[in-house]
């Protein structure tokens, strides 16, 4: 399976488990205050989430989609995974390595240019 196909797959997934984040965070964020640290948190890996998400299907097209989706795929691990769990468990430990994962998606975006 050629590097492309699996960068588009994992578009397609990430995609999915966006939509899939961002009605739990609609619907269990809602009796929570609008200014609640925490819902801000969540709506804000929710927005990067969704916006590497489709970053990844044109990492798939770029001349080099292996190195263009590690790099966006890590990135959202650690930068939309930090964010996260602190939204969701108040843990601020994993709040330390959401700038590694910005670097990473820097880049992705940056390797979509190869």
Do not use: I, W
């Given at each position: 399976m050629s590097a492309a196909v699996v960068v588009r797959r994992l578009a397609a997934l990430s995609g999915a488990s966006a939509v899939?984040?961002?009605?739990?965070?609609?619907?269990?964020?809602?009796?929570?205050?609008?200014?609640?640290?925490?819902l801000m948190l969540f709506e804000t890996a929710n927005k990067y989430h969704f916006y590497h998400?489709?970053?990844?299907?044109?990492?798939?097209?770029?001349?080099?989609p292996a190195v263009a989706g590690t790099l966006l795929v890590a990135g959202m691990g650690?930068?939309?995974?930090?964010?996260?769990?602190?939204?969701?468990?108040?843990?601020?430990?994993?709040?330390?390595?959401?700038?590694?994962?910005?670097?990473?998606m820097i880049a992705g975006w940056l390797a979509i240019l190869l």
């Open positions: 899939g984040l961002g009605a739990y965070g609609a619907h269990g964020f809602k009796n929570t205050d609008p200014d609640d640290y925490q998400s489709l970053a990844l299907l044109g990492a798939a097209q770029c001349r080099q650690l930068f939309c995974g930090a964010l996260y769990r602190q939204a969701l468990t108040g843990e601020v430990a994993p709040k330390k390595v959401a700038p590694v994962g910005g670097v990473a």
